[in-house]
Antibody, heavy 118, light 110 residues
Framework: EVQLVESGGGLVQPGGSVRLSCAAS????????MYWVRQSPGKGLVWVSR????????TYADSMKGRFTISRDNAKNTAYLQMNSLRAEDTAVYYC???????????WGQGTLVTVSS | QSALTQPASVSGSPGQSITISCTGT?????????VSWHQQHPGKAPKCMIY???NRPSGVSDRFSGSKSGNTASLTISGLQAEDEADYYC??????????FGGGTKLTVL
């Protein structure tokens, strides 16, 4: 069974940092692009970042550039999202996702909620 | 990259067919055959229902079908069932090698 399990979310103060993790199982995640997609409360899905299977290509949404860093450890079947200088508008459920090709998402995780508030 | 345009809501009765549209530009929807549709039930993770415009992942009912004409993609659900009630999001590949999502459409089964 394919599983993507996110962790690391919680309450963070404005200006703070958090690192999200995404553990993959049930498929060869080392052959997949990994993505982060977020959903603010009551809103739609917004693409955040992606990383190629071997880590050689990384892309960010313009609004996240310079603050967010995506990475992966294929030996641990895990992807990460380091988020710095967090703002209230970064409050969202962050979903980890995987795609066999860079053009699509095939699998989704259950999401982890990040709340940025004082 | 602006979000793709979807109707906020659609509705239909059990057994009927409905279609959800997803309008982009010649740079995204119109430029690639890389449109996907994702279903999201309240409080749940999204699930891919259609990829590459019209392909269904294994296990997805053939009541779900996708198509594209120009800059607009469409998701059709035939034989509506109560369990189809959910939010639906389209997505498209973009020239900057990112993905852009639609604003989402709430499907209500009457």
């Amino acid at each position: 069974e394919v599983q993507l399990v996110e962790s690391g979310g919680g309450l963070v103060q404005p200006g703070g940092s958090v690192r999200l993790s995404c553990a993959a199982s049930g498929f060869t995640s080392s052959s997949y692009w990994m993505y982060w997609v977020r959903q603010s409360p009551g809103k739609g899905l917004v693409w955040v970042s992606r990383i190629k299977n071997d880590g050689s290509s990384i892309t960010y949404a313009d609004s996240m550039k310079g603050r967010f860093t995506i990475s992966r450890d294929n030996a641990k079947n895990t992807a990460y999202l380091q988020m710095n200088s967090l703002r209230a508008e970064d409050t969202a459920v962050y979903y980890c996702a995987g795609g066999r090709y860079s053009s699509r998402v095939d699998y989704w995780g259950q999401g982890t909620l990040v709340t940025v508030s004082s | 990259q602006s979000a793709l345009t979807q109707p906020a809501s659609v509705s239909g009765s059990p057994g009927q067919s409905i279609t959800i549209s997803c309008t982009g530009t010649s740079s995204d929807v119109g430029g690639y055959n890389y449109v996907s549709w994702h279903q999201q039930h309240p409080g749940k993770a999204p699930k891919c229902m259609i990829y590459d415009v019209s392909n269904r992942p294994s296990g997805v009912s053939d009541r779900f079908s996708g198509s594209k004409s120009g800059n607009t993609a469409s998701l059709t659900i035939s034989g509506l069932q109560a369990e189809d009630e959910a939010d639906y999001y389209c997505s498209s590949f973009t020239p900057s090698s990112t993905l852009v999502f639609g604003g989402g459409t709430k499907l209500t089964v009457l």
